[in-house]
């Protein structure tokens, strides 16, 4: 009987390995996939947006206002369809890197983008604060690509706060260190969190909001890289948090 029973677990475990193995032969295809259509796309489409910029400007005294205007909208379509396609690729090229271990300077990180985004928008009221000292062992890398996401994102959606605020931070939870980055901006209804770390999924209008949706699917994919997980805390027009833990890695 011991032995059916073992002989069991052990045609069940190696089912499991099985499994695994053609699941990730499946995700690296379908990543190679993307990454592959992706970067065949950028010729054909600067073929387009350069056929369409001589169009405008060889013939530019033949054509009518609207002939004007519909050359315009492909042009501005073009360039969306550049900004989809490098997001592809940078969100591809995020699965494929190889994570290099170090530690890493969150404070000072958090700091220099904070910086970069005041030099971009130098009539921003809003208050920042970030804790001193705080640091995590990751792939600094992906950790700038991550921490960018996540406070443009902040930036973003306090900008039309009279007294904006983003705070970064960490604290302990289950004895184990949770960092996270707050905002008091627009906020999101939690029904829909389900959706938010989807690429290309939005909660908000673009009229309201400008943006591709693609920066928090990366933020996810760097986390889960790094063997972590993410969550979020939201209330319409209170703002957001995001939570993430490294937890195989700290």
């Avoid at 592959?36 to 600067?46: G, Y």
């Avoid at 604060?129 to 950790?143: G, Q």
């Avoid at 604290?171 to 959706?195: H, M, P, Q």
């Avoid at 319409?236 to 890695?249: E, K, M, P």
């Amino acid at each position: 009987m011991d032995r059916v029973i073992k002989s069991s677990i052990e045609e069940l475990e190696q089912r499991i390995k099985d499994l695994t193995a053609r699941l990730e032969q499946s995700n690296k295809e379908m990543e190679d996939f993307a990454y592959s259509v992706s970067h065949d796309l950028r010729s054909p489409l600067r073929g387009i947006d350069g056929w369409s910029q001589a169009l405008s400007e060889d013939y530019a005294e033949i054509l009518d206002e609207t002939a004007k205007i519909y050359l315009s909208r492909i042009r501005n379509e073009t360039l969306r369809m550049h900004e989809l396609i490098e997001s592809l690729l940078q969100l591809s090229r995020i699965s494929r890197r190889v994570i290099e271990l170090e530690s890493v300077d969150l404070s000072c990180m958090s700091d220099s983008i904070i910086s970069m985004f005041r030099e971009q928008e130098p009539g921003r009221k809003i208050r920042v604060n970030i804790e001193p000292s705080l640091s995590i062992m990751a792939d600094k890398f992906l950790m700038n690509i991550m921490m960018t996401k996540l406070l443009h994102n902040a930036w973003k959606f306090t900008e039309k706060k009279e007294l904006a605020q983003i705070d970064i931070g960490s604290t302990i939870s289950d004895n184990e260190r949770v960092y996270f980055v707050r905002d008091n901006g627009a906020g999101f209804n939690l029904a829909y969190a389900k959706k938010l770390f989807g690429a290309f999924q939005r909660m908000h209008k673009p009229n309201d909001y400008p943006g591709i949706g693609i920066g928090l699917a990366m933020v996810q994919r760097i986390v889960l890289r790094h063997g972590g997980n993410i969550w979020v805390e939201s209330t319409v027009d209170n703002g957001a948090t995001f939570f993430w833990a490294i937890r195989s890695l700290t």
